[in-house]
């Protein structure tokens, strides 16, 4: 297992839970302390096992953690996007077997096995390593190498433009001067009812708990604008997050991009800061090392 930021260690703890010999590495050495098998290099950690396995936070970790190993089977699960996959298979050693598997879920269903894997290659490789897969959740074949990087930007494209389609729903209701109680009583009887009430009690509190910094997200949110450059709605979504992480909120959890809608303080956030300033630096998570790839909430 290469990389062990929040779902990354998830998911190595779970395989090993499942009786699986796990050898991990991570940049951080730190993050490794408690795995039974700590290896030097990634190189040397591909070397030690029969698959492979990366959770990173972008592209460029990824060429860089990949670079100069030798994997029998590699298993990419990071949110990269499908044309880094197809440098990634250009860049390995002939005969590597390769699948894309990012995954849909985050930290609790890492934890429980009750993630979503989208996996990308071919169907006989798919077939091997599915049991293997089963072990964090339910796995999807679908389609050719490339193809889970794909479905993963196509969740997360709901993912961002509902939450920015609630935060404007929610300023357009305070722009004509209807109170919070009744925009939330109109948006129980919409498509995006279930959003609207799973985000009211961080909004009533003015409080996002992090879980997936919003500069991930807005990395993500890249990759959907690049992948698909016409899609109006996407790049509206994207503009919210680019906005906030250019406002220095990256390391906020993107759901306060409700906030940065509605331009409202996070002061829940704001504290937390100040207290992450008093906190020597070498006590600090990068953002590379808090990846929780998969956020999806």
């Known amino acids: 297992m290469i990389g062990l930021g929040a779902m990354g260690s998830r998911i190595a703890r779970r395989l090993l839970d499942a009786g699986h010999e796990v050898v991990v590495w991570n940049r951080t050495p730190a993050r490794a302390e408690g795995f039974p098998r700590v290896a030097a290099t990634p190189a040397e950690a591909a070397r030690a096992a029969e698959v492979t396995i990366t959770m990173v936070a972008n592209p460029q970790a990824l060429r860089e953690v990949t670079a100069g190993i030798a994997p029998q089977t590699l ?33 609790a269903e890492a934890e429980a096995g009750t993630l979503h894997v989208f996996v990308g290659g071919p169907r006989e490789l798919y077939d091997t390593f599915a049991p293997l897969l089963a072990t964090l959740g339910t796995v999807h074949h679908v389609g050719g190498l490339g193809a889970g990087a794909s479905a993963k930007l196509v969740a997360n494209s709901t993912l961002f433009g509902m939450i920015g389609m609630l935060g404007e729903a929610l300023r357009l209701a305070d722009r004509l001067g209807l109170s919070r109680d009744a925009a939330y009583e109109v948006l129980a009887a919409t498509p995006i009812a279930a959003q609207a009430e799973r985000r009211r009690a961080a909004l009533e509190a003015n409080d996002y708990p992090p879980r997936f910094p919003l500069s991930l997200a807005r990395k993500d949110a890249d990759l959907v604008a690049g992948a698909a450059p016409e899609l109006r709605l996407a790049q509206a979504a994207r503009s919210w997050l680019a906005d906030a992480d250019d406002a220095s909120w990256g390391e906020r959890d993107y759901s306060a991009v409700l906030a940065w809608i509605l331009d409202v303080a996070d002061e829940q956030q704001d504290q937390r800061d100040h207290e992450n300033e008093q906190q020597p630096v070498a006590d600090r998570k990068s953002a590379y090392e808090r990846e929780d790839d998969q956020q999806q909430h």
């Not at 996959?85 to 002939?94: G, K």
């Open 75 to 107: 298993i990419e699960m990071s949110t990269v996007g499908p044309a880094a996959i197809d440098e990634l298979a250009t860049a390995l050693p002939e005969g590597t077997r390769l699948l894309d598997a990012p995954v849909l879920g985050s930290r």
